[in-house]
C-alpha cells in the first residue's frame, strides 16, 4: 500500500499531546480514531506494525467480507451474549455499506448475507485512511509500546519515539491470532495491568486436527469438499466441509471449532439435504447390478463414496445389500461422530475467543467501569463473531462506541 499522509513512521517533531490516544490501527482503531476525530477531538493512533490494517488487507481471501446484512447479536459468542446489543443497534451494517457506498468501492453478496469487495480488501484499507484524513487523526506506525501509566490528566504511553499523552486511551490491539502477523496478547496484559478481569482465551474460527490413527484411515479424502452441517450439542451450521492433510476444515468447520472443546465430540452430516438411505434404496431397485460405489458417487464425492464404502466393509452390488447395510452406509455419511484431538491454535485461527470480561466495560461507551478514560474495543474483548463478516461488523460497531464517547 502507498504511504499516504496521515501515516507517520518513525518521523521526528510529532504531536504527543492528543484528547486521544488509540493503540492499534486495526479495523476497530481505526474506526475509533474516525469517530472520535469526526467529533472535534485530536487522535493519535499508534501501533507497532508498518501498516495499517493488516488483517483487513488478508481478510476474506484478499477481498474482506467486511460485514454481514444480517449481523444481530445471536451471532457472536461472549459470557455475556447481551453486552454486544448496545453497540450492534448503534452502529449497523447499513451504517457501514452506507460509508462503502460513498467512497464509491464496489461489493457484492457472495453467500448468507457476507458482503465482499468485488475487486481488493485494500480499497477498505484506503476508505478507513481517507476518513482518518477527513477527521484529522494521525497514525504513527512503527512505533513500539513499552508501557502505559494513568496520570492525573489521563494517560502516558511511552513508546520507541517517546512519550505521548492523552486524556482518553482506547485499546485496540487485537487478540492473539495469527502472532505472525504482529498479535501480541498486549491488550489483555494491558487490562490486568489496569485490574480489569481477562477471561481465558482460545482460538476460534480455525480448523480441527485428529488423532495420527484417524487421521491416516482418511489420508485418501484431503482435499475434497462437500456441503454438511456439522454439530456439536445444540449448535449446527449448514455449510461446506473440507478435508485437509491436518484434518477437517472448510467454513462448517470453523463455523463449529469455536464452540468445540478439548476432548468433544462433532457429529458431521455430509450432504444434510439429500436422503441418502432413500437414494442408496430407489438406486438398488433401478440398477441392482450397480456397485454401491456408483449409486454412493452419484450423490457424493467419488473418493468419499469409495471410502465410506470401504469403511463400512460392504460388498457385493446393490441387489445383495440389505436394507440394514444401505442404513448404515447412509449414517456413516451423515451421522459421523467425531473426537478432534485439537485445532491448529492461534498459527491459524480467525479470532481469538474469550479476552477482556466484558462485566468490566460499559456496553454503551466500552469505557473501564472502573478506569475513567480507558477503552477496549474490537477483538480483544470478550465477544466474538460467526464466520461471515460478523467479526468485522463487531469491531467497527465497538470502534464506533468508543469514539463516540472517548
Ligand atoms: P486487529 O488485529 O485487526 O488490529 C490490532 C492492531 O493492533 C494491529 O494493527 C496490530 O499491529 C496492533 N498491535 C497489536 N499489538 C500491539 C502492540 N503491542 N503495540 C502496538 N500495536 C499493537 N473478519 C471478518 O469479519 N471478515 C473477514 O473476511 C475476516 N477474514 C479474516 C481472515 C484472516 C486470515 C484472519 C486472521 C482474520 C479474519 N477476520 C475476518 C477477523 C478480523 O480480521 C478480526 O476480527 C479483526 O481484524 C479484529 O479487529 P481489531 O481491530 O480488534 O484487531
Known amino acids: 500500500m502507498e504511504k499516504e499522509d496521515v501515516i507517520l513512521i518513525g518521523e521526528t517533531g510529532l504531536q504527543r499531546k492528543s484528547d486521544v490516544i488509540v493503540i492499534g490501527a486495526g479495523a476497530a482503531g481505526m474506526m475509533a480514531a474516525i469517530r472520535a476525530g469526526k467529533r472535534g477531538r485530536s487522535v493519535v493512533v499508534l501501533d507497532h506494525a508498518r501498516a495499517p490494517g493488516e488483517k483487513i488487507r488478508i481478510s476474506g481471501g484478499g477481498r474482506c467480507n467486511f460485514t454481514n446484512i444480517h449481523a444481530g447479536p445471536k451471532n457472536f459468542l461472549s459470557a455475556n451474549p447481551h453486552f454486544c446489543k448496545s453497540a450492534l443497534a448503534r452502529f449497523t451494517p447499513a451504517d457501514f455499506i452506507a460509508m462503502v457506498d460513498q467512497h464509491g468501492i464496489a461489493w457484492h453478496e457472495k453467500t448468507l448475507g457476507q458482503l465482499f469487495c468485488d475487486d481488493s480488501a485494500k480499497d477498505i484499507i484506503r476508505m478507513l485512511l481517507a476518513e482518518i484524513r477527513m477527521a484529522g ?29 492523552a486524556s482518553s486511551l482506547i485499546v485496540a490491539a487485537g487478540g ?87 476432548g468433544d465430540e462433532i457429529v458431521v ?48 452390488n446393490m441387489a ?21 484431538s485439537g485445532s491448529e491454535g492461534y ?50 460497531a465497538s470502534g464506533f462506541a468508543a469514539g463516540e464517547c472517548a
Not at 452441517?229 to 462448517?252: D, M, V, Y
Not at 440389505?322 to 478432534?340: G, T
Open 137 to 165: 487523526a494521525v497514525l504513527h506506525l512503527g512505533t513500539e509500546i513499552s508501557g502505559v501509566e494513568k496520570t492525573e490528566a489521563g494517560f502516558r504511553v511511552s513508546t520507541s519515539e517517546g512519550h505521548y499523552e
Open 176 to 262: 492473539k491470532s495469527i502472532p505472525k502477523m504482529g498479535a501480541t496478547g498486549f491488550a489483555y496484559r494491558l487490562a490486568e495491568q489496569f485490574g480489569l478481569p481477562v477471561l481465558e482465551t482460545r482460538p476460534g474460527l480455525v480448523p480441527l486436527t485428529l488423532d495420527p490413527g484417524l487421521l491416516e484411515s482418511i489420508a485418501p479424502l484431503a482435499g475434497i469438499a462437500a456441503p454438511a452441517e456439522i454439530r456439536h450439542s445444540r449448535t449446527g451450521f449448514r455449510e461446506a466441509l473440507l478435508f485437509t492433510h491436518r484434518g477437517l476444515s472448510g467454513p462448517a468447520i470453523l463455523q463449529i471449532s469455536s464452540y468445540w472443546r478439548e
Open 269 to 316: 452430516a455430509i450432504e444434510p439435504d439429500i436422503d441418502i438411505a432413500a437414494h442408496l434404496k430407489t438406486a438398488r431397485q433401478l440398477n441392482g447390478r450397480q456397485s454401491p460405489q456408483t449409486a454412493l458417487g452419484d450423490i457424493l464425492p467419488k473418493r468419499l463414496a469409495q471410502f465410506l464404502v470401504e469403511r463400512e466393509k460392504i460388498s457385493g
Open 320 to 340: 445383495d445389500l440389505p436394507d440394514k447395510a444401505l442404513l448404515r452406509l447412509a449414517a456413516s455419511a451423515q451421522n459421523w461422530a467425531v473426537k478432534p
Open 347 to 396: 498459527r491459524t485461527a480467525e479470532v481469538t475467543l474469550g479476552g477482556i470480561d466484558t462485566a468490566a466495560l460499559d456496553s454503551r461507551s466500552m469505557e473501564a467501569k472502573a478506569v475513567s478514560g480507558l477503552y477496549f474495543i474490537g477483538e480483544c474483548v470478550d465477544v466474538t463473531g460467526w464466520l461471515g463478516g460478523y467479526n468485522f461488523q463487531w469491531a467497527w
